[in-house]
């Protein structure tokens, strides 16, 4: 999986020594718009949202023509309620996000282990996974192959999960 700015490159693929020399059989691809400003933009727009509605349920047009607000701490509910708010709303759009997309990357192993050898002893064991790119650090992406395996495990597969294994940096030992 590589997390870069805008998508998610999620690439699933046997890696094999033919006389000496790596190969990387693809089984499936996919480029998700998911990546770390998509996520940023997402967030925004759930909190911008959620505080417009909070401002909304606060009292905003309840006024008669005689006490039309003049300030607009009278528009606005107390700053620590909206931080509450927007906490909430932080934390269930990275909920939401994480389902999203886990259930997406859950459908892509969900199909290759259907198309592909569904027999095969692989399945059975853990599936190695890389992260890498820019945003590989960034929690929500962990969150998000974490959510994946435990819906995998959910609805049935026998296996030992996902395995997040470390590439050496390119260009490291070189």
């Not at 349920?57 to 039309?68: A, D, P, R, T, V």
């Not at 198309?115 to 945003?135: E, H, I, Q």
């Not at 994946?148 to 997040?164: D, P």
Request: glycine share 12%.
């Amino acid at each position: 999986m590589d997390v870069g700015a805008s998508t998610v490159d999620v690439g699933m693929f046997i890696a094999h020594d033919v006389e000496g020399v790596d190969r990387y059989e693809l089984l499936a691809t996919d480029v998700m718009h998911a990546g770390c400003s998509e996520f940023t933009r997402f967030q925004a727009s759930q909190i911008a949202g959620g505080i417009a509605r909070a401002i909304e349920g606060h009292g905003l047009g309840n006024y008669g023509m005689s006490q039309m607000p003049t300030e607009i701490e009278q528009l606005l509910p107390a700053q620590d309620q909206i931080m509450v708010t927007a906490r909430q709303l932080f934390e269930d759009g990275i909920s939401e996000f994480v389902s999203k997309w886990a259930g997406k990357v859950g459908k892509l192993l969900s199909a290759t282990k259907k198309d592909r050898d569904p027999r095969a002893p692989a399945w059975s064991n853990s599936l190695p996974t890389f992260v890498c790119g820019g945003g590989s650090s960034v929690h929500v992406y962990s969150q998000i192959l974490t959510r994946c395996q435990t819906n995998l495990t959910g609805m049935g597969w026998r296996w030992q999960g996902l395995q997040k294994r470390s590439l050496p940096q390119p260009g490291a030992g070189c």
